[in-house]
């Protein structure tokens, strides 16, 4: 188990519950809207250069919808970010908040229209990536190590290269829940249902973050670094 950390308070575990959900919308977009991540823009890099080369189950297209409203995304987290300083309680909750509101909004177009039809998909695939290009950009600025609640590729290359971190193995063990849970809700439940659960895990993480940070005087832990 993660021992308590001083420094970072409440923020290490709700970090850690983000990159649950980092796991289950990607295991959503993946599996659901045509081979495309919302979350890892990595991933949508080089599925964008496969799809150029003629790969066939892949999109240019979704790849390039997912880019550009995660960058979208990533500006306004940054404009949050630059907005409320010397609070990192205040700062997560509301960024965790309109995160919940674009989720709400695709659990409930996925309930109500489905994700079949061209419109609908990019309409999902759009609030979600916004909705994870702030998350990514909120969670920079917070500036927990080890704790980037999407990139994994640096974090296991440290784990392995130093051979010591709770932190980073707590990280990739949490991604790989995440997805393990968001593809078996997909797979054997439907795409609202997983919405819902990543909606849940949001809405616990404004909540608690919000109650943590209410303290007078702010906890140490509040203060940006």
Known sequence: ??????????????????????????????????????????????????????AANLSATASLAALAVFLLGALAGGHLARHLPGHRGRLLTAAVAAQAVLVAASTVLAAVIGHGSEPARYTLIGLLALAMGGQNAV?????????????????????????????????????FAG?????????HANV???LALALALLVAVAVLTHHAGKPTPAPAWTERL
């Not at 970072?8 to 599996?31: C, E």
């Not at 997805?179 to 797979?187: D, N, Q, S, T």
Request: charged share 10%; glycine share 8%.
């Open 192 to 194: 609202p249902t997983a």
């Open 1 to 54: 188990m993660l021992k308590p950390d001083p420094e970072h308070g409440p923020l290490v575990p709700m970090l850690l519950v983000l990159t649950v959900v980092t796991g289950m919308v990607d295991a959503v977009s993946y599996l659901e809207l045509g081979h495309v991540f919302v979350a890892n823009m990595t991933g949508n890099v080089v599925f964008l250069g496969f799809a150029l080369a003629g």
């Open 139 to 175: 969670v920079r600025s917070l500036k927990v190590p080890d704790l980037t609640t999407t990139v994994l590729t640096m974090t296991i290359t440290a784990l392995a290269a130093d051979l010591t971190g709770l932190r980073r193995i707590a990280s990739v063990v949490w991604m």
């Open 179 to 187: 997805a393990l849970l968001g593809a078996l809700l997909v797979l």
